[in-house]
């Protein structure tokens, strides 16, 4: 199959692209790069260095299905910029689907969040549960899917993923996920810090999450719709104690401090929909995805855990802040040189030519 990912160098597409490349798909990749070139150890595919927002119809030519997991993927990147939130996330996936549909691109397969249920830890919710997302970031997911359900017809037969709060180890680390996280401070702090112990999240390990997208590339046509990509539920209080475990069984000693700050964020989540129409079996356990990040981490090049290239919303702000920099550097300078040829009857001299 003839695959378009975009987003595919950011923390999922580095370890799905790898996989849909080894299943035999011909890959195209559609990026720009704000976390660097993660792919760049792999071949057998193209990679187009562009903002999705600038598509061009014709860059569909010859695709059959699309993953889309370009945007701002996280609470603090949506909040640094709301605008530019809903730009990248809600307004350029409704640009997408418009094209996938004009170009006859049936299958489209979107990266949505299990943060859209907002709230909801006391009961346990699923696909038909009603979402209340609290916050941008979820609020431009909701839109998206939105976008994608009412588009959704006989040639257009999307898949959405709502996913768990992804962790483990991939050729783009994040340390800003809860898993991710806890592991580094139990590393470089020797202490994990719990700031709710009562909430609930759901979590999935990225190579079973990339299993998902690789089970729904391959789905009968008739299957679509929304599918929750979870391997398990857990309070936070649980993550913590396990990840401390498993340090501490790989000779990393570390305390648990246990604090109480509010956090809205609660939501417990079913995916039987998923395991039942795909066979969605997630393997990975939290102690095998920490012991994964302490193993690759000792041997890779990444080794600075405490780096702040490996929280999306830092880099994301340094990078708006530059190119901000920029923006203001290259209008002063055009102002500047207006005021140069303030003197000149441009029209004259354009009329009167050389
Ligand atoms: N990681 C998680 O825990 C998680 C959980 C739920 C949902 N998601 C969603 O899954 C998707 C992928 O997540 P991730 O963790 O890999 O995120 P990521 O931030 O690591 O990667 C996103 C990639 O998209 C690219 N990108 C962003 N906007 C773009 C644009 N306009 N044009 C071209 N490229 C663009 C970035 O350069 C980056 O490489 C995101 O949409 C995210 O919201 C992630």
């Known amino acids: 199959m003839n695959v378009l990912v975009t987003g595919g160098a950011g923390y999922i597409g580095s370890v799905l692209v790898p996989m849909l490349i080894q299943d035999g798909h011909k890959v195209t990749v559609i990026d720009k790069l704000t976390f660097g070139n993660n792919l760049k150890e792999l071949s057998g595919f193209t990679l187009h260095e562009q903002d999705v927002l600038d ?9 059959d299905a699309v993953i889309h997991l370009a945007g ?17 996330n809600s307004a350029l996936t409704g640009l997408l689907v418009y094209f996938c549909k004009q170009k006859g691109i049936k299958r489209f397969i979107f990266g949505s969040t299990c943060s859209i249920y907002g709230c909801s830890s006391e009961k346990m919710v699923d696909e038909q549960t009603a979402v209340s997302p609290i916050f941008p970031y979820g609020l431009s997911k909701v839109q998206a899917e939105f ?5 959704a017809d006989e ?6 993923f709502r996913q768990a709060t992804v962790y483990g180890w991939a050729p783009r680390m994040r340390f800003d996920l809860v898993v991710n996280t806890m592991t580094k401070y139990g590393v470089c702090n020797k202490k994990i810090t719990v700031h709710n112990p009562k909430l ?5 390990h990225v190579r079973d999450l990339a299993n998902a997208y690789r089970l729904a590339l391959n789905a009968p046509e008739d299957v679509t719709g929304t599918f929750n990509i979870v391997s398990d539920n857990y309070t936070i209080l649980e993550i913590g104690r396990e ?12 305390d648990l401090e246990i604090l109480n700050q509010e956090d809205p964020r609660s939501y417990r989540v079913n995916s039987d929909l998923a395991r039942s129409v795909l066979g969605y079996t997630p393997k990975v356990t939290i102690a095998g995805g920490v012991e994964e990040i302490l193993q690759k981490m000792g041997d890779s090049l990444q080794p600075q855990w405490n780096n702040p290239w490996f ?35 441009v029209k ?7």
Not at 72 to 88: E, H
Not at 243 to 254: K, M, P
Not at 348 to 354: H, I, L, M, R
């Open 55 to 63: 598509i061009k119809p014709d860059w569909l030519d010859g695709i």
């Open 72 to 88: 701002l993927s996280n609470d603090p990147m949506a909040n640094f910029r709301p605008r530019d939130n809903y730009i990248n």
């Open 147 to 151: 976008a994608i359900d009412c588009s």
């Open 155 to 160: 040639n257009f037969k999307p898949i959405i």
């Open 200 to 204: 609930w999240r759901p979590l999935v």
């Open 243 to 254: 990840v401390r475990e498993t340090l501490v069984n790989n000779g990393i000693d570390c």
């Open 311 to 345: 929280i999306n919303a830092e880099v994301y702000r340094k990078k708006i802040i530059a190119e901000e920099k920029t923006f203001e550097m290259w209008k002063n300078f055009l102002v500047n040189f207006q005021s140069e040829f303030d003197h000149l009857n």
């Open 348 to 354: 004259e001299w354009y009329q009167e030519g050389p």
